[in-house]
Nanobody, 124 residues
Framework: QVQLVESGGGLVQAGGSLRLSCAASGRTFSNYAMGWFRQAPGKEREFVAG????????DYADSVKGRFTISRENAGNTVYLQMNSLKPEDTAVYYC?????????????????WGQGTQVTVSQ
């Protein structure tokens, strides 16, 4: 089992920044690709960003490219999501996910473990 705990969410004005963290425990973190997903009220959970187990490969949804950056510290068992130039449409619950693989995916079903989520609210 892998336990994932997100933190760093909150309320921010449009144009502002937040940094989300996801702390992992339970298994060898460097064996897992990691992803961030988000779910807005009334919408499906969607892929935001992914990073390979080594950290050398990343992928982003078109809607966040150039604004969000995913990174990881394998020594510290943590993955991050730096979010800049935030927009009201970024408002959602953000979830961290782990996949037992070198590379992640963009589909929810590809991930094995999930955190409880952290709320991000971007005001006008």
């Amino acid at each position: 089992q892998v336990q994932l705990v997100e933190s760093g969410g909150g309320l921010v004005q449009a144009g502002g920044s937040l940094r989300l963290s996801c702390a992992a425990s339970g298994r060898t973190f460097s064996n897992y690709a990691m992803g961030w997903f988000r779910q807005a009220p009334g919408k499906e959970r969607e892929f935001v960003a992914g990073i390979s187990s080594s950290g050398r490969s990343t992928d982003y949804a078109d809607s966040v490219k150039g604004r969000f950056t995913i990174s990881r510290e394998n020594a510290g068992n943590t993955v991050y999501l730096q979010m800049n130039s935030l927009k009201p449409e970024d408002t959602a619950v953000y979830y961290c996910a782990a996949r037992y693989s070198r590379f992640g995916g963009v589909r929810r079903a590809e991930y094995d473990y999930w955190g409880q989520g952290t709320q991000v609210t971007v005001s006008q």
